[in-house]
């Protein structure tokens, strides 16, 4: 590629010497052209290429050459620069060739043309513009040029002096340049950046003026002509700068030749911005202004609240600084962003560059800020209720905060009185008469001396920096004010000039650390005081006294201090003289004169004065100010002076003072507080606490004494009733009704305004009344022994005088709660139903919510469940939260925690003690929404556990225990705030905590848990501490260890098993708040940033928890909240949780298992269908190898189906939704039910395939006689017919049949038939029974030795005896009394203790139910194998026995003897042994040889008269085949697969909810029967459950089945696949056959393609086979044909319908049991009102039921009266009651410790009060029937139960099973 002039430039400058290159840059940065010039800092750090870049960028190219050969002879490198010269002399023709480097070529063309002009500037021979000129235009060209009017008064420039020319030929010529000047102005003008002083601008480049040398000049003129100039840009774009801020401009824009000619101008106007405009722009707040940026904004969570990515633009820095100061962050005011370009090393360049670079006059960067800018734009963004947070932080950093911010747009200052009022400070003036005690105050209300300072002119000493030393103890120096020497305190100002700030240094009470023994003001007036006199002038009236700082001072500044008049401060004049001129002298004493100052009041800072000598000096001086001042000033005062001068106030606004008005009509009634709130929030005082007192009794029944327990709730409820009448019977309060009015105030910004009013007017009343009370408490205390009653009492009365917002939002819950529980219900809440809407408003805007009211220690569950209600739909259902809680001991800073982590506003003030939990809700960003999946994130604040000030309250520490329960559950992540070292401390908290993520466990969560250890500061603490983590952790497990001994559950061994924790990564370490003394410490950096780090961390792991498990809407929340507040008012709480979503998960996997299950079942029973067929059609006589085969076939599929339900149960798991991880616990439940299920079916399988082939194998045997009987006849037959045909004359009929008869009788005569051998049944069972009972003792071995048959067994009613009980029995023959007599006489009169017995519940009658149970499922048992043709086999016994000890096992809590054993099986086995005996003597009496033969004769007899014929017998054979092999197996086929198809339509069907899982079936009884609802149906359901469930179910799939022939529907279509296969398996014989094969082997291979499905009859095949012969294609035809006609007759048999009860009981596989089985699951009772288990799986651990009845329903009644029981066991086990029955011996035993009887029953509390309504109601409403029937009295019915309806019965049975209907 041929070179460029950017290349031959470059080789140029490479071939300059050492340090050449340096001096070419030097002199080119210095040389300017035409107005232009390269800035020396671009040119410092490039080489020779980057020269060459930056000459061609910003010249054209001829000037680049010219440029470059001036500077190279200047620099005496003549040489090089003629080199150049030839160069690109000689190389302009290549140029513009298209080689050239893009870009290039339209310079190196413009270069090319400059270098042929001529010196005249005048072009005359241009090829482009040398042309003649149309005749049409001569006289327009040959016109003068006339300038535009409005410019003739314009310089133009030089005169163009060239002239006309002639071409001879009568054609005028025009100079081009003044052609193209005049016709070709510059394009439109566009305005680009606008700022305070630039303006950037372009214009379109003129046409045709390619390669003709030009420049644009640029005039600009301000609209008041005050400010005019003009610049000249060689390209079409330029940046004007220095213009006025805020200032219209014109603009036009010429063409310029280079002999001076200009073109028309272009024009246009633009605006500069004001400083303001400009800045706020630059920051990116333009759009914030004014007072845009909300508080609620700045919180909101986002990606850049967590990432620390360097600053790379002023846009982010308003962000970053709030971000900083929200987490009080005292590196907040860094305003440096990081440089995109890093500068030059200093170190890698040499000493004349450095010089250079520090020497230059550049701008400051633009990419920073001056600090004090940042906080003034800031301030004028943010609305007032972020002014205020901004305040209050920038008050813990110790930061300066503005008392009057400067608005420069509008040249006016605002006093900043409501940003500071949040603003509380504690400090102990040296004149307080308690050395001990301290002031606490608002800020704006604390009367102070203040002192001001300004500066006059300009002034070399920072007043500012002075000051902060002044403020600052030697050891602890802190930045308060911000000054020049600060990073960017040197940036120009632009907006804070006018800025006063103001400072407090308030004492500690130390002498020998404070400064000042008394509190002081110090305010700062930034900028000359020249320039703000209006903020001079309120400094001079509120001040006492007044420092002015200058360098030197003018005469007019001078005559302008002196005339001021009217001055209440004093005066003081801080000289900085650089040398004591005369004129500085004079100037000084006139004055001093002037104002009356004495020498005191003046102030020399010589140059040989260090400062610390000044700042002693200047501080006594203020100390002596203070001591003598008489003026002192509140912030608030200083408003009537701002008026008065006209400055105005930020409370002036209309909202404010309206706001105000409504608070203060409110707080200032306010004189006792606890008098206040007795009278005006009367809701939530003794009648609250009450309520709650009620509600948790109800639960735990502690007071019940001897009342009946149902009676004494329905007393609770009425208690609660009149309570509720109470709370509804108050008038709304004067109070509250003003409260609720400005609430509702549709002015959002004045409902922010009260309740910020309201809450600063009730800190300041909670402040001065506690006070007081602490000074006694203190006072009493140090006679603690004397004083411990009026110290419990002082206690108390602490309590109840805190007064703060949350109790009229408690006020304003009771006032909704109490609505809504009116009895006029909907006219009375119908003027409230909009209060959980305001709730909801505050919430979203920021507002804390109490949660738990901490002193009635209850939740208002409607109050919070309806504003979060209401809050989920104000945010369309976009309400996904995630919980983080806080939990530690009081006062360890858990509320700052959170405020600095998330910069909210949890009430940290000391003047209020509040108890409870708050929560508050934070936005999350759009940007982090993705990640943490979540809309909000909500953050639970409590007060302190182990609070001292609540020790003396009886109910602290299950209050505690209760809270942290709550909470725990609640979290996400639960951070514990120690604020200790050492953690041996903190064992009482940690043992709270440990059993609260104990229970949490039991209920399906395991939040992550984070211990924060606060004051721990060394940087060594993490290594430290290893060793006290380690022991915090063995702690910790000590404790689970002994939390899980008391409440009862398995070995939790470590804390992990519990929770999320990581020693190493879940402890962190944060120093202490404060860095020094308070009050004048700041926060600690190593306290943000810690925090910060913490806050990122948990943001990280919050991430992780929605990979877990996605979060939860805000509905999901509440109903966590209202279970576990249920379960925490229970105390027993593991035992006792229900929760609808754990309620709703667990179904929902009992759901899918369900159907897991049937799947499994469905293909193990298709299976083994299939396999009865194989071994029904097998061939071979290998019976060993073939059922090796069907057990390894059947293993292989039990281990696959077994594999596949387990990976659907550990997918399930897997899966995040559905809340799968609440039924965590329950996954072992269904892990081992799946085993289960396998073992069950593989046994299963395993015997049905034994059997199966031992009856095939004796089958055989009989077969192979009938084989060789049936080969016997057909050989006589066929010599009979060969007889026959030699005969000369043809045999009749008649004659044939004798000829046969003799045949027949004479051949049957001679075969020896042996019968089949008759066993004896009843000695098999006797003998396999004594082998069963081997293992028992001797006494039954003699007793079994003595029977000899089962005659009598079995043959009258079974009834249990004392002899089956030892116990009992010993009692018998020791002549003891029994049982119930006993029982009767020891207990006859304490019966109104005690719950009551069970009627008739002896051992001996519940061992006699128990074993009548286990005969009938024996008897059913015995009847399924007796019900088909099949013969007798040894395993039906071995089953039978299996059965019987299974039953026995799950029966061990009877207690019964082996004696009881030994007679229930020979009751069982005798019965048993007679049905098998029968079923084995009719097996051998049906397929006796001799008959079966006879049975054959009519069709052997007529099958000879048609051979004799030789008729054709295909029509006959396939008739008979058809009729006799085919439409049985069809038949047989259908009826195998009926059975599973009719369970498949029931569970896949429109009514399959009812069998998809034990609680769905059981709502779906419980719901017919109550629709019924008649007494018959009631008794039979409770008594005889099994029975009801077993025919409900029957009538069930009767009245299913018998509607429309469904049942016919399913045979159809099994028909069309059997017939499908058929028509198939004919198609393929024909195929395999050969013509020359007889029907035998062609009949024999139909059958051999039908095994796997058909199982065709041997001996009817063989019967149609004999003496058969035919065409077989001929036979196929037919076949085909019958085999259709087949189908449609059974088509049309099915579709008529049958006897679906018949049908069902005759079915091989019965679906009634297959439904029963799932449905009725492990058949458990509870043991006292026998309602039935619904937990899911076969092998769970606990038994547990949705809904449990009153026990006089299950036969239970009291010791004396006789009544039936009325209490309900839910209630029972949380009373004080007792109960006994024969599993507890007789002895009575606490219903509180039922599982030390009933181990594997859970029965939890009554989830509601209308829990167990559903059978309140049938026991009220057959109350006498049931008496009736249980031989006992009539239960003694509450009164409130009374009122139940059968619409209450089932909707308390929907809650319960948490259906919705």
């Known amino acids: ?1109 996605p979060p939860a809407q805000i509905t999901e929340f509440l109903e966590w909240v209202e279970s576990l507040w249920k379960a925490v008012k229970y105390e027993n709480f593991i035992f006792s949780f229900r929760n609808s979503l754990v309620a709703e998960a667990y179904s929902n996997l009992c759901v899918e298992f369900n159907t897991w299950e049937w799947d499994f079942r469905k293909h193990m029973y298709t299976w083994l269908a299939n396999a009865e067929t194989r071994i029904s059609n097998l061939c071979s006589s290998n019976y060993d190898d073939f059922m090796c085969s069907l057990t390894a076939e059947a293993s292989s599929e039990l281990a696959k189906q077994e594999n596949e339900i387990q990976e659907k149960l550990a997918n399930y798991y897997k899966k995040k939704n559905r809340n799968v991880h609440l039924v965590e616990k329950h996954r072992e439940d269904f892990v081992n039910s799946i085993k289960s299920l396998r073992r069950e079916i593989e046994n299963s399988v395993k015997n049905k395939c034994e059997t199966d082939i031992a009856i095939h194998k004796e089958m055989k045997k009989i077969n192979a006689i009938r084989e060789e009987y049936r080969a016997t006849i057909e050989r006589k037959v066929l010599c009979l017919i060969d007889e026959c045909k030699k005969r000369k004359s043809p045999l009749s009929e008649e004659q044939l049949e004798n000829e046969f008869e003799t045949m027949w009788k004479q051949t049957v005569s001679e075969l020896t038939f042996q019968g089949l051998k008759t066993r004896d049944i009843v000695s098999d069972t006797l003998n396999k029974l004594r082998i069963n009972l081997g293992r028992q003792g001797s006494h039954v071995q003699k007793e079994l030795s003595e029977v000899k048959h089962f005659n009598d067994c079995g043959q009258t009613h079974f009834t249990a005896t004392e002899k089956h009980f030892d116990i009992l029995h010993n009692q018998k023959i020791n002549k003891k009394p029994g049982l119930l007599s006993m029982c009767k006489n020891t207990f006859k009169n304490t019966w109104k203790m005690f719950s009551g017995k069970p009627e008739k519940k002896e051992p001996e009658n519940k061992a006699t139910e128990m074993a009548n149970k286990i005969i009938q499922t024996c008897q059913q048992f015995v009847s399924q194998r007796t019900s088909g043709s099949a013969d007798y086999h040894d395993t039906y016994t071995r089953e039978l026995l299996q059965m019987i000890d299974k039953e026995l096992e799950n029966e061990e809590t009877l207690k019964t003897n082996a004696q009881f054993e030994l007679d229930l099986k020979l009751h069982i086995c005798g019965y048993a042994a007679r049905e098998f005996q029968k079923m084995h003597e009719d097996f051998n009496e049906k397929n006796d040889p001799k008959k079966a033969l006879e049975k054959c004769r009519p069709q052997y007899c007529s099958n000879f008269k048609d051979l004799y014929h030789e008729k054709d017998q295909c029509r006959k054979t396939a008739e008979e085949f058809t009729e006799r092999c085919l439409k049985p197996a069809v038949r047989e086929y259908i009826n195998k697969a009926l059975g599973i198809d009719i369970v498949d339509e029931i569970l896949t069907g429109a009514e399959s909810v009812k069998y998809s899982s034990r609680s769905f079936f059981q709502f779906s009884l419980l719901k017919q029967i109550l629709d019924e609802d008649k007494f018959e149906i009631y008794v039979e359901y409770i008594r005889n459950y099994e029975k009801f469930v077993k025919v409900w179910i029957s009538n069930h799939i009767v009245q299913k089945f018998s509607k429309d022939a469904k049942i016919g529907d399913l045979q159809v279509k099994r028909l069309e696949t059997i017939t499908k296969k058929i028509q198939a398996a004919i198609e393929n014989a024909q195929k395999e056959t050969a013509e020359s094969q007889t029907m035998a082997s062609f009949i024999q291979m139909i059958c051999r393609n039908l095994d796997e499905d058909l199982v065709i009859c041997r001996d009817e095949l063989g019967t149609v086979l004999f003496l058969k012969n035919s065409n077989n294609k001929e036979f196929a035809q037919y076949l085909q044909v019958l085999v259709n006609e087949l189908t449609g007759t059974l088509r049309a048999e099915f579709s008529q319908g049958c006897d679906v009860e018949k049908k069902l009981i005759n079915l091989p596989f019965k679906p009634q049991d297959e439904l029963f089985k799932r449905m009725f699951g492990c058949g458990m009772q509870c043991p006292f009102c026998k309602v039935p288990c619904e937990a899911g799986g076969q092998d769970h651990k606990e038994h547990h039921a949705s809904v449990h009845r009153p026990q006089g329903l299950g036969r239970w009644r009291y010791l004396t009266n006789e009544k039936l029981t009325e209490s309900v066991c839910t209630s029972d086990v949380f009373s004080e009651r007792k109960f006994r029955s024969c599993d507890t011996q007789g002895k009575f035993h606490p219903y509180k410790d039922y599982r030390d009887i009933y181990p594997d029953w859970n029965i939890p509390p009554d989830p509601s009060i209308e829990a167990s309504d559903y059978w309140k109601y049938v026991m009220t409403k057959f109350n006498k029937e049931f008496a009736v029937e249980y031989h006992a009295k009539p239960a003694d019915i509450p009164e409130e139960w009374r009122n139940k309806t059968k619409e209450m019965a089932m909707k308390s049975l929907s809650k319960s099973f948490n259906v919705k209907t």
């Open 1 to 1109: 590629m041929e070179k460029t002039v950017k290349d031959h430039i470059i080789d140029t400058l490479e071939c300059l010497p050492d340090n050449g290159l340096k001096r070419f840059k030097d002199k080119l940065g210095e040389t300017p052209f035409q107005g232009r010039k390269i800035a020396k800092k671009k040119l410092q750090k490039g080489g020779s290429v980057k020269v060459a870049g930056l000459l061609i960028g910003t010249f054209t190219i001829k000037q680049a050459v010219d440029i470059t050969i001036s500077v190279l002879k200047a620099i005496s490198e003549a040489k090089l620069a003629d080199e150049l010269q030839r160069k690109t002399k000689h190389g302009t023709s290549e140029m513009s060739s298209e080689k050239s480097v893009p870009g290039e070529r339209a310079q190196e063309a413009e270069l090319q043309v400059e270098m042929k002009k001529t010196q005249v500037g005048q072009i005359t021979h241009f090829a482009e513009d040398n042309r003649e000129l149309p005749s049409s235009e001569r006289t327009l060209d040959a016109t003068p040029i006339i300038a535009n009017p409005q410019d003739l008064d314009k310089p133009q420039g030089p005169a163009d002096t060239s002239s006309v020319t002639s071409t001879g030929q009568g054609i005028q010529r025009m100079p081009v340049s003044r052609f193209l000047c005049t016709k070709l102005p510059p394009g439109e003008i566009k305005i680009g950046l606008v700022g305070s002083d630039t303006a950037s601008l372009s214009w379109g480049s003129p046409d045709n003026m390619d390669g003709i040398p030009h420049s644009f000049k640029i005039t600009y003129s301000s609209s008041d002509r005050s400010h005019q100039d003009s610049i000249t840009a060689l390209s079409n774009s330029t940046v004007i700068s220095k213009l006025r801020p805020g200032t219209e401009y014109s603009l036009t824009v010429n063409t310029v030749l280079e002999n001076g000619t200009q073109s028309m101008p272009a024009s246009a106007s633009v605006c500069t911005k004001t400083h303001l405009e400009d800045l706020l722009c630059k920051l990116g707040l333009e759009n914030y202004f004014p007072g845009k940026i909300t508080l609620s904004t700045v919180l909101e969570i986002g990606t850049e609240s967590i990432t620390d990515k360097p600053i790379q633009s002023l846009k982010k820095l308003p962000w970053c600084f709030l971000k900083r100061l929200m987490m009080v962050n005292v590196t907040a005011r860094s305003t440096k962003c990081s440089a995109t370009e890093t500068d030059t090393d200093l170190a890698l360049q040499d000493l004349d560059s450095v010089l250079e670079l520090i020497g230059s006059n550049d701008d400051q960067d633009s990419n920073t800020i001056n600090p004090l800018d940042l906080i003034t734009a800031l301030f004028l963004c943010s609305d007032s209720f972020l002014q205020q947070e901004m305040m209050l932080k920038m008050s813990m950093c110790q930061f300066a905060v503005p008392l009057l911010l400067p608005d420069c747009s509008t040249i006016q200052c605002t006093l900043m009185l409501w940003a500071m009022r949040d603003i509380v400070k504690k400090f102990r003036p040296h004149s307080l008469a308690d050395p001990k005690g301290f002031v606490e105050d608002s800020i704006v209300s604390t009367a102070m001396p203040m002192i001001s300072f300004v500066r006059l002119g300009d002034c070399s000493l920072s007043k500012s920096q002075i000051l902060n030393q002044v403020l600052s103890n030697p050891q602890q120096y802190h930045d308060v004010f911000i000054h020049r020497n600060m990073e960017c305190g040197d940036v120009t100002q632009r907006i804070a000039n006018g800025l006063v700030d103001i400072s407090w240094y308030l004492p500690c009470g130390n002498k020998n650390l404070d400064i000042f023994p008394e509190p002081v003001a110090v305010a700062n007036l930034h900028g000359d005081l020249l320039s703000f006199q209006k903020q001079f002038s309120i400094l001079c009236q509120t001040s006492s006294a007044v420092f002015i700082f200058f360098d030197s001072i003018a005469e007019s500044e001078c005559n302008l201090l002196s005339s001021a008049g009217n001055i209440k401060a004093q005066l003081f004049l801080v000289a900085n003289f650089s040398n004591k001129t005369e004129k500085n002298i004079n100037s000084l004493k006139d004055l001093a004169s002037k104002l009356k100052l004495s020498g005191s009041q003046i102030l020399f800072k010589k140059q040989q004065t260090n400062d610390a000598d000044f700042v002693s000096k200047l501080r006594l001086t203020m100390k002596d100010i203070m001591e003598n001042c008489q003026h002192k000033m509140t912030i608030e005062g200083m408003s009537i002076e701002a008026h008065e001068l006209g400055i105005p106030v930020d409370e002036d606004c209309t909202e404010c003072q309206n706001a105000k008005r409504s608070a203060a009509e409110i707080t200032g009634r306010i004189d006792d507080v606890v008098q206040y709130k007795e009278d005006q929030l009367p809701l939530q005082g003794k009648l609250w606490k009450e309520l709650a007192k009620i509600e948790k009794e109800e639960c735990r029944l502690r007071k019940a004494g001897d009342k009946p327990i149902e009676e004494y709730k329905a007393n609770l409820q009425r208690e609660k009733q009149k309570l509720r009448q109470q709370q509804s019977s108050y008038d709304l309060s004067e109070a509250m009704q003003c409260f609720i009015t400005a609430i509702s105030n549709e002015s959002k910004q004045e409902q922010s305004y009260f309740l910020k009013w309201m809450r600063m007017n009730l800190d300041v009343t909670a402040r001065k009344k506690l006070s007081g009370l602490r000074d006694e408490y203190k006072e009493k205390s140090c006679k603690l022994s004397v004083n411990k009653e009026i110290i419990a009492a002082l206690d108390q009365q602490i309590l109840n005088s805190s007064l703060g917002i949350e109790h009229f939002m408690r006020e304003m819950g009771q006032i909704y709660e109490a609505a809504c529980y009116h009895p006029d219900y909907k006219k009375y809440c119908k003027q409230f139903q909009y209060l959980p809407s305001f709730g909801a408003e505050l919430l979203l805007d920021g507002f804390p919510l109490e949660l738990v009211d901490g002193d009635a220690s209850n939740i208002p569950v409607r109050w919070v469940t309806d504003v979060l209600t209401k809050l989920h739909e104000k945010v369309q259902h976009k309400s996904r939260v995630l919980v983080v809680t806080v939990l530690g001991v009081q006062s360890t800073g858990k509320s700052t925690l959170l405020n600095t982590m998330f910069g909210v506003q949890f009430a940290v003030s000391s003047g209020r003690c509040t108890r409870g939990a708050f929560m508050l809700l934070i936005r999350v960003k759009e940007d982090l929404k993705e990640e943490l999946k979540c809309d909000f994130i909500l953050v639970i604040d409590t007060e302190g556990l182990k609070s001292p000030a609540l020790a003396q309250l009886e109910d602290s520490y299950e209050h505690d225990n209760e809270l942290a329960t709550l909470v725990v559950g609640l979290s996400d992540i639960t951070i514990i705030n120690i604020a200790m070292e050492n953690s041996t401390e903190m064992k009482d908290i940690l043992q709270i905590v440990v059993h609260a993520f104990l229970r949490m466990k039991e209920v399906g969560k395991k939040p992550n848990c984070h211990f924060v250890h606060q004051n721990v500061g060394d940087v060594s603490a993490y290594d430290k501490n290893m060793r006290d983590r380690n022991k915090l952790l063995e702690q910790l497990n000590e404790m689970t260890q002994a939390a899980s001994r008391m409440e009862k559950k398995g070995p939790n061994k470590k804390f992990t098993d519990i929770m999320e924790y990581d020693a190493e990564n879940n402890n962190w370490y944060i120093p202490g708040l404060w860095h020094g003394n308070p009050p004048m410490a700041p926060v600690n950096t190593g306290y943000s940033e810690t925090v910060y780090q913490f806050k990122k961390s948990l943001i990280e792991l919050l991430k992780s928890c929605t990979d877990q498990k």
